[in-house]
Structure formats: C-alpha cells, structure tokens
T-cell receptor, first 114, second 114 residues
C-alpha cells in the first residue's frame, strides 16, 4: 500500500517570488513519483516525473522537483512564479509494476498574486 | 490522436437511477483507471484495468462496476446513484512500460445526484 501527503493545502505567493510545494510519501513497494497540474475545469496534466537516475528533475516551464529517498519526499519548486502558474498541483506515486494504480495527494492550490 | 475522451461532460441524476460514464482512448494503452475527485480529497481510485478482460478494485469501488471488453474502452457504471456519488469523475490511461508510466487524463465528467 502507498500513501501521499501534501503538507500544504493552499500556498499564496506574489508574482516573481519563489515557491515550494511539499510532498511526502510512503510505500511498501517500489514506486515512481509524479507531479501533475490541474487548471480550472480541466483534467490533470503531467508536470514532471522521477523514474530513476538523477534525483533532480525539471519541467519545461521552470519547475523542478528533487527526490529524497531517505526522507521519502518529492518537493516541487520554482524560483520565480508567474500568474499563469495559478492552479492545483497533485503529487502522486505509482507502483513500478502497475501503472494503473496511482495514489494521489489531496492537492495544493497555488495562487499567484500580482 | 484524440487522447482520452469522456462522455458526458455533465450529468444530473436522481437518487436510484443508473447510468454509464463512457471513457475511450486511442493510444493503445494497456492500463486504464477511473478516479473520483472531491474537494480537498485529491483523486481516489475507483477501479482500474491492466488490459482487456482484466479489471480490479481500487480504493472506493462500492456502487460502481466496470468492464473492459476492448483495449480502447473502459465504461464506468453507477448501479443505483446516491448523493454521495456527486463528484467529478476522471478516466486515465497509461502505457505498459515504454519508459513512460504517467497517466493521461480525460477532461472529466461532473456528476450531480439529487
């Protein structure tokens, strides 16, 4: 079994400020790690993923996340946010042997203010 | 590719009615899953499938049935709708292996049960 805890339900920040969205997980099986983003009234889209290799992964729009195995964390960061980053962000884990059985955190609403 | 499609987009049911939410994907993905999204609770897995003819229960399966007769389609049936099933339902698919593992989501179906 696996579980995901997103430590902040809401994160308000000003435009151009840095942000960190925190995610901890636990699992009895080997998992892959993901961050998804959901814009209002839309489905979820993949933001970035960690499968193996370098523990720091990056997205095309400036987000990055670092896998920390000892702390079982996968925090999401961006050095400078834009208004367009306003959305809900979900951390998720997927067993390496069953891509249909993902477990999601409760989500973090990021609100970027001008 | 249309990706993952879901119909209908919106539905209102009365308590006790039954209906089927449709989900189809044209990416030849082996895995397909149904989630429900409720405010503050993230996404919870209802049922999933690892291939045609094979389905299994997720975290919250009660009141829902699924079948998978083809790779492309994965309908979700509500047997006797209850107000507790008011939610947004997302269908997702994922390829087996191929270095991917992320889920591709449909746009969702917003269901209200009165």
């Amino acid at each position: 079994a696996q579980s995901v805890t997103q430590l902040d339900s809401q994160v308000p920040v000003f435009e151009e400020a840095p942000v960190e969205l925190r995610c901890n997980y636990s699992s009895s099986v080997s998992v892959y790690l993901f961050w998804y983003v959901q814009y209002p009234n839309q489905g979820l889209q993949l933001l970035l993923k960690y499968l193996s290799g370098s523990t720091l992964v990056e997205s095309i729009n400036g987000f990055e996340a670092e896998f920390n195995k000892s702390q079982t964390s996968f925090h999401l960061r961006k050095p400078s946010v834009h208004i367009s980053d306003t959305a809900e962000y979900f951390c998720a884990v997927t067993p390496t042997t069953n891509a249909g059985k993902s477990t999601f955190g409760d989500g973090t609403t990021l609100t970027v203010k001008p | 590719n249309a990706g993952v499609t879901q119909t209908p987009k919106f539905q209102v049911l009365k308590t006790g009615q039954s209906m089927t939410l449709q989900c189809a994907q044209d990416m030849n993905h082996e895995y397909m899953s149904w989630y429900r999204q409720d405010p503050g609770m993230g996404l919870r897995l209802i049922h999933y499938s690892v291939g045609a003819g094979i389905t299994d229960q997720g975290e919250v399966p009660n009141g829902y049935n699924v079948s998978r007769s083809t790779t492309e389609d994965f309908p979700l049936r509500l047997l006797s709708a209850a107000p507790s099933q008011t939610s947004v339902y997302f269908c997702a698919s994922s390829p087996r292996g191929r270095g991917s593992y992320e889920q591709y989501f449909g746009p969702g179906t917003r269901l209200t049960v009165t």
